[in-house]
């Protein structure tokens, strides 16, 4: 077997019993990323030297006896996420050749458990964006192909765009990510592969790029449930540098995929039922609820009468949230500089060189919704609805322990697409918006393939909190999907 | 409601963004476009809902108020653009 084909699971496995080396294991990603990466640009840097340095003190851990639970597994880092000693870009020019001295606690903890990092991966610029275009270090190829059309390049989703393509691709066994907006499991969705934003608060922020703060989560993506699983123990816990960060046990993930779904009972929200979508996602849709009937979970038909508010609501707060987040950016402390006339005209110039179109227009934004005589109309009024989605939420899992919908309203769309259509590229994020803004757990699991051959995404949401039920159930879709179509772009 | 050009550039001035004079209709267009569709929020009755701030429910915790870290002055100035000594340099700001 490829070493690269390898499930997160199955490699700590065969670490484990000495069939493979994490060095063998590391040099084959290498190789995977030297082949392929030059064609979808998933990596924005490569960290060779650093991870076989790496790969050989996880070799030597475990002939002590002193593996971790990720000792030796090879693994992308968004771009996002600050990297002792390694460039951090967050996709944009403005972070210029940025070196973080510190490093982020969600990759301090995946260090601690001995993964590998093999570089950083592509990302939307802030983490803004469906598509992975508005990269400063170029877009990132999808590595799946429509059968009709195999020369189209399709995006891969964003803003985790490179991570999700860089494990489809099997350049890297697992990858971390954030998710806003649905950064996470959009990108999941369009590269047939699995990502969780887990509960608000579950995983440190401290030491990720911020975009909008109180919406921003980190997660992994991985190729099966149970390999995100994983990951996710390891990446979460309290940090007391994060204020946001819960004081809370850090569950057995992996555990909860073995459980049964028998007696569970599944919400199935009506206003998730749009007007316009593909008769094949609502044919994956009732398929997903037709898999869990038959594993014995109960079916119940909920309401979450606001949902069509979210996405306007979610386009008042995080542009406000993003305005103030990136003022830091001001071209005198860390990042790149444009000369100016005067401090003002320093400022200006350098962020107007700095940000792309996509980072402004949401800096204009949130800067307008803030400022004195609109706040009231807009960012308290937008609080107040989030508030009212979240209560949506609420009212719903008094009657259901899991909420099934489709991860997005279409598969992944050709690039240069929706690029001059700010809105219809923000209505990418009308299913996973929701769980962003009422703070809860939502995986997308691989479900199958539309008319193209392009792959589908069911979306599962649970309590806060309860992300082991999330798993309980995504395992239970992935078992029954048996989805086991490769990419045409692969190692 | 519509951003006339001078709310654009005073809003561009607010954000600290230098924006063209030819920039500003495509702005103008953009930001009406996402501000329109914004405006169906007016439709939902939030008469007594209190705004949710922030992502969770935790209230925010209290830690001992003392010094947890510093001395690194180098490690904090090792990304500026410009730098005089141990301090950050910017263009003359009082003349």
Redesign the interface.
């Known amino acids: 077997m490829e070493a690269t084909h390898f499930s997160l699971a199955g490699a700590l496995s065969a670490l484990e019993e000495g069939l493979i080396s994490a060095v063998e294991l590391t040099e084959a990603h290498l190789k995977a990323i030297e082949a392929v990466n030059p064609q979808i640009n998933a990596f924005i840097t490569v960290t060779a030297e650093a991870a076989l340095a790496a790969a050989r003190a996880a070799d030597d851990r475990r002939a002590q006896g002193e593996a971790g639970p990720l000792n030796g597994i090879p693994l992308a880092i968004k771009d996002l996420f600050c990297t002792q000693g390694v460039r951090t870009t967050a996709g944009s020019r403005i972070l210029?050749d940025?070196?973080p001295?510190?490093e982020s606690t969600v990759t301090k903890n995946l260090l601690r458990d001995g993964a590998v990092f093999l570089g950083k991966a592509n990302l939307d610029e802030f983490a803004m964006g469906s598509s992975n275009e508005t990269s400063a270090f170029g877009g990132v190829q999808n590595p799946w192909r429509r059968r009709d059309n195999q020369g189209v390049a399709l995006v891969p989703g964003g803003s985790s765009g490179g991570s999700a393509a860089a494990v489809a691709a099997r350049l890297a066994l697992g990858a971390t990510a954030t998710d806003t907006g649905g950064s996470i499991r959009q990108p999941a969705a369009f590269c047939g592969i699995v990502g969780i934003k887990p509960?608000?608060?579950r995983c440190s922020r401290w030491g990720i790029v911020a975009f909008a703060?109180?919406?921003d989560?980190a997660g992994p993506i991985a190729r099966t449930v149970e390999d995100s699983a994983i990951l996710l123990r390891s990446m979460a816990g309290h940090d007391?540098k994060d204020?946001?960060s819960?004081?809370r046990e850090v569950p057995d993930f992996a555990a909860a995929c073995h459980r049964s779904v028998k007696g569970l009972r599944i919400g199935v929200p009506a206003e998730y039922r749009l007007d316009a979508m593909p008769a094949e996602i609502q044919a994956l849709w009732d398929q997903g609820i037709a898999w869990l009937k038959a594993e014995g979970a109960r079916i119940v038909p909920i309401s979450l009468p606001?949902t069509k508010?979210a996405l306007?609501?979610y386009?008042?707060v995080a542009p406000a949230e993003a305005?103030s987040n990136l003022?830091r950016y001001?071209?005198?402390?860390?990042?790149?500089?444009v000369?100016?006339?005067?401090?003002?005209?320093?400022?200006?110039?350098t962020?107007?060189a700095g940000?792309g179109a996509e980072v402004?227009?949401r800096?204009?934004?949130g800067?307008?919704v803030l400022?004195a005589g609109y706040y009231d109309?807009?960012y308290?009024?937008?609080?107040?609805?989030?508030?009212?989605i979240?209560r949506d939420f609420e009212t719903a899992f008094a009657d259901c322990d899991a909420i099934l919908t489709p991860s997005t309203p279409s598969a992944a769309f050709a690039s240069g697409d929706k690029q001059d259509d700010?809105?219809a590229m923000y209505l990418n994020d009308v299913f996973t918006v929701t769980a962003?803004l009422s703070?809860l757990p939502a995986m997308s699991i691989p479900a199958g393939l539309d008319a193209q051959g392009l792959p589908l995404g069911l979306q599962v949401i649970g309590r806060?909190f309860d992300e082991e039920t999330v798993f309980t159930v995504g395992a239970a879709i992935e078992r029954a999907a048996g989805f086991s179509a490769l990419p045409q772009v692969m190692a | 409601m519509s951003l006339d050009a001078a709310t654009i550039r005073r809003v561009a001035n607010l954000a600290r963004l230098r924006v063209e004079d030819d920039e500003v209709p495509r702005l103008q267009a953009e930001l009406n476009g996402i501000l329109g569709w914004i405006e169906q929020l007016q439709a939902v009755d939030t008469t007594g809902v209190e705004a949710m701030s922030g992502g969770g429910d935790a209230i925010l915790p209290l830690r001992p108020d003392v010094v947890t870290d510093g001395g690194q002055a180098e490690a904090v100035l090792a990304n500026a653009p410009d730098r005089a000594g141990v301090f950050f340099a910017v263009p003359k700001v009082v003349e």
Do not use: C, W
């Open positions: 210029g940025f070196v001295p510190y509960t608000y608060g703060s109180s919406l989560q007391p204020s946001t819960a004081e606001h508010y306007p609501t386009y008042i305005s003022a001001d071209g005198v402390r860390f990042g790149m500089r000369p100016g006339e005067d401090l003002k005209d320093l400022y200006e110039r962020r107007a940000f402004k227009r800096i204009m934004i800067t307008y400022s109309a807009y308290v009024k937008a609080q107040q609805v989030r508030a009212l979240r700010p809105i962003n703070g806060g």
